[in-house]
């Protein structure tokens, strides 16, 4: 079956395809019908860990740094296929339960469990694999922070959790022959949903800290962010297999990725960084990453390390890497094994229950909360929540009008859009593919303190702007990733042999081989751009849509509903997306954009949301002409849409 990929909303299949799964059909002699399914796994964000069930209108906010929200809630117009870190919300619960008596955790299991013994703690100091040292050359999978010598923790943010999303596929069997033939689903058929969805609780906290000590010093003298976002993957057990899996892969896929930019960093004729490659490739890095907590035990000074971190923000900071970078892991095991300590600090001080031993605590550079999903809420409602500024004598002064559609529109295409695509291209071009592309996973950042500007309804300077790529748990190294068995079937209903298929295994020839094998990656890098396809409607058809008033209805722009009308209704035909859109008053203007240079943009959404088909055709064609280039995320960069004169 297909499976629609979007959003940390992080897609990527979580269970095996289900195939053959009986569906009561009216009563033929020679035919049954049939549906199969995926089932994808999407995080989803939420502040309230009791608030788990709810699925409709998802709540977004404007919130950063130290400072608090901007203004009041802003109501996303999207249904909750993305993930929130709801950080108004979230203040409202910590006051709320501070004003709460605190609890009590004098439960002797509690005290047992808080108390493990001295012998869990372990000296970091393992020998790293080959696969693991080619892949990590910055030392992020080996190094560990302390609480307190190397950062403190300064507040909660927000939490994860999963989402289910199962798309549904129907089909006939022909009970003489075997074949089958694909059937439509009757959309007024509450027996013949396409698309289904489940919440789980929530596995991730999320917390932001700062830097301290030595290397908060050297990030200061450098004037660069001290601010770090850590992420707690609350394993209980070690049966706890898919989030020990979603915390690995994370942290080896981001280990791998800017080890690969960095390294393109330092060849690049015009860095001049020839002693840091040989450094990186050396191991000198790891080596200084491995001994960080063990000398922090002894009171050895790890300067070579902090002046390692150091560097790897300054370049990852000053040609704004489009992805987060991993820092490492933050050990606690000396919170744990201080008898002195009373859990009740921890709740007074972040207003969340304390962690438990065994959690995984991975440790980020910051970019702050606001998600591209948050900013896609039109931009009069943006700026209708925004705090009233006032004058001298405490009057209210009038905003300022919103900057002119044509500023917004190359805000919006020359900055957050080819943003999202160069860093999709970052990720392609380390063989990674993310496979969980959607508003939540990019965070619209900016190049100075207040990371809020980038998100702002009067952000209008492109080169302010930083895009980030986030939330890599369900990504895989596209080796891996076309070897597993639910892609193989997502590869099969489009028609591309599996890796692991008869007919691979059976080839005719070298070059049948290798055509299979090229195809099977060049699809799992499609899945990436057919999802940020519908990113890309999402922003422009929310954010730069025109609402007669503030309270005007505007039609849905959610993942699934966009995913229904461009595969179903309209049958993934661009013109007749387009004719729908011209239909509405609300989007006429970014009609308008998308018309310019003979109707660039939505030349480029076609070719995101056909990726998947254009590799289909290529392969059913024998490779047709070798010469052709799929699509590809670097090759997009390029085109006119991205080159037109908007102002």
Same mark, same amino acid.
């Given at each position: ?27 033929? #002699? ?13 995080? =989803? ?77 372990? #000296? ?67 027996? +013949? ?76 004729? #015009? ?91 991975? /440790? ?69 593919? =993310? ?43 596209? +080796? ?41 990656? +060049? ?18 058809? #929310? ?46 203007? /970014? /009609? ?41 995320? +670097? ?13």
């Amino acid at each position: 079956m297909m499976v629609h990929r979007s959003a940390y909303a992080l897609f990527i299949i979580a269970n095996l395809i289900r195939c053959s799964d009986a569906f009561t059909s009216p009563p033929q #002699t020679t035919t049954t019908v049939t549906r199969s399914c995926g089932v994808s796994t999407i995080l =989803h964000g939420s502040s309230d860990d009791n608030n788990n069930n709810e699925d409709d209108d998802s709540v977004e906010i404007f919130y950063d740094d130290f400072g608090g929200t901007i203004g009041d809630v802003v109501s996303s117009t999207s249904s909750d296929i993305s993930s929130s870190l709801s950080a108004a919300a979230l203040q409202t619960n910590i006051e709320q339960q501070q004003e709460e008596e605190l609890p009590e955790f004098n439960d002797t299991t509690e005290q047992q469990t808080q108390q493990p013994s001295k012998e869990l703690i372990s #000296t970091p100091l393992p020998k790293s694999s080959t696969d693991t040292s080619k892949n990590d050359l910055t030392g992020a999978l080996s190094r560990e922070f302390t609480l307190g010598r190397d950062l403190l923790l300064s507040d909660y943010a927000g939490s994860l959790g999963f989402d289910q999303v199962t798309d549904w596929q129907y089909y006939t069997t022909d009970l003489a022959t075997g074949q089958r033939e694909d059937k439509a689903a009757n959309p007024f058929d509450p027996n +013949q949903p396409s698309r289904t969805r489940s919440k789980s609780g929530s596995v991730v906290r999320i917390f932001r800290g700062e830097f301290t000590g030595r290397i908060g010093g050297i990030l200061r003298s450098r004037g660069l962010d001290t601010r770090v976002l850590l992420k707690e993957f609350a394993v209980d057990d070690d049966d706890d297999v898919m989030l020990l899996n979603l915390a690995s892969d994370e942290q080896r896929s981001l280990a791998k990725i800017q080890s690969s930019w960095l390294q393109g960093y330092c060849m690049s004729a #015009t860095n001049n960084a020839q002693s840091m490659l040989e450094q990186l490739e050396g191991g000198e890095w790891r080596e200084a990453a491995q001994r960080r907590y063990v000398d922090g035990l002894t009171d050895t000074p790890t300067t070579k390390d902090d002046e390692h971190l150091a560097t790897m923000l300054e370049c990852t900071s000053k040609k704004k890497a489009p992805f987060t970078s991993i820092l490492g892991q933050l050990n606690l095991n000396d919170y744990y094994d201080d008898e002195d300590m009373n859990p009740n600090e921890w709740y007074k001080s972040l207003g969340v229950k304390p962690p438990k031993p065994g959690s995984i605590w991975v /440790v980020y550079d910051y970019h702050g909360l606001s998600t591209a999903s948050s900013y896609a809420v039109p931009l009069i409602i943006q700026q209708s929540k925004l705090p009233p500024k006032r004058g001298m004598f405490g009057n209210i002064v009038q905003a300022p009008p919103l900057p002119p559609f044509r500023e917004r529109g190359r805000y919006m295409i020359r900055g957050i859009l080819k943003g999202m695509l160069q860093s999709i291209a970052t990720a392609h071009a380390a063989d990674l593919v =993310h496979r969980s592309i959607g508003k939540n996973s990019f965070i619209l950042s900016s190049v100075g303190q207040d990371k809020r500007e980038a998100t702002s309804p009067y952000a209008v300077v492109v080169e302010r702007l930083r895009v980030v790529l986030s939330d890599w748990g369900f990504s895989r190294d596209i +080796q891996e990733a076309v070897l597993e068995k639910e892609f193989s079937g997502r590869c099969r209903m489009f028609g591309i042999p599996s890796l692991s298929s008869y007919d691979y295994q059976r080839a005719s020839s070298y070059e049948d081989t290798i055509r299979m094998e090229e195809a099977a990656h +060049q699809f799992a890098k499609a899945e990436d751009l057919h999802a940020c396809g519908f990113v890309f409607l999402s922003m422009l058809f #929310t954010t730069l849509a025109d609402p007669a008033t503030l309270s005007a209805p505007l039609p849905a722009t959610d993942d699934d509903t966009l995913q229904r009308l461009f595969s179903e209704i309209f049958e993934k035909d661009v013109d007749e997306l387009r004719e729908y859109y011209a239909n509405e008053d609300v989007w006429s203007a /970014v /009609v308008s954009l998308l018309d310019m240079e003979d109707r660039a943009g939505w030349d480029l959404l076609g070719k995101l949301l056909l990726s998947r088909e254009e590799v289909s055709d290529w392969y059913k064609n024998d490779g047709g002409d070798q010469d052709v280039e799929l699509t590809s995320a +670097q090759a997009l960069l390029g085109h006119p849409f991205f080159k037109m004169k908007i102002i």
